[in-house]
């Protein structure tokens, strides 16, 4: 009998290795699950190096402008960093277009947002994005990518910014999508 279940076992081995052969040589299994992306820590990445290694359009702010204590923790780091020299101190504008209202020079998304703040405004046109909304601007907004030390204490000063919003709550986080065209009635 324990020979009977040994060849069952040899015969099983040698049929499994010819269906991964052909001609002596080993395929790839084409039904092997992909890798799960990695978990991001945002404590540790820099922005710069977020943005490299995210595709256009999927940076999302793991933080809500609801959460008191991230929110606290933005305007600090808000201030520490400097914005408050052309933002004004909560976000109303300086010499530089306020961050409270519903006008969006570039767009609200989370995306655009951290973009805009790692890369400067000329860096991100150099990216493809263009202007879509008007304020008045000294200058161009510098890349501060390279100053903010972590893309967690880029997605708390952009809670706070979300925070003291103070525009149409539809523009919040941009245009709001284009309604639907007319059915054809």
């Known amino acids: 009998m324990l020979k009977s279940v ?3 076992c040899a015969l099983t081995l040698l049929i499994a290795s010819a269906a991964g052969c052909s001609h ?10 992909k890798p799960e992306a990695k978990a991001v820590d945002y404590k540790t990445i820099t922005p710069p190096d977020l943005v490299k290694q995210t595709p256009k359009g999927q940076l999302k702010n793991p933080y809500q402008d ?3 204590d991230i929110v606290a923790d933005g305007q600090h780091l808000f201030l520490s960093y400097g914005c ?13 277009p306020p961050l409270i209202n519903d006008t969006w020079v570039y767009g609200g998304d989370d995306d655009t947002l951290f973009r805009l703040v790692t890369l400067g405004s000329d860096a991100l046109q150099k990216e493809g994005y263009t202007r879509i909304g008007q304020e008045n601007v000294v200058g161009p907004m510098p890349p501060f990518g390279g100053i903010i030390k972590s893309a967690d204490d880029l997605w708390r000063i952009l809670a706070f910014v979300r925070s003291k919003y103070a525009g149409d709550p539809q523009y919040k986080f941009g245009a709001p999508p284009a309604p639907p065209p007319p059915s054809g009635e």
């Open 24 to 33: 002596g040589k080993a395929t790839a299994d084409t039904t092997a699950a």
């Open 84 to 96: 408050n020299g052309c933002h004004g101190g909560g976000g109303g504008g300086g010499m530089c």
């Open 66 to 68: 609801t959460q008191a």
């Open 6 to 8: 040994l060849g069952r």
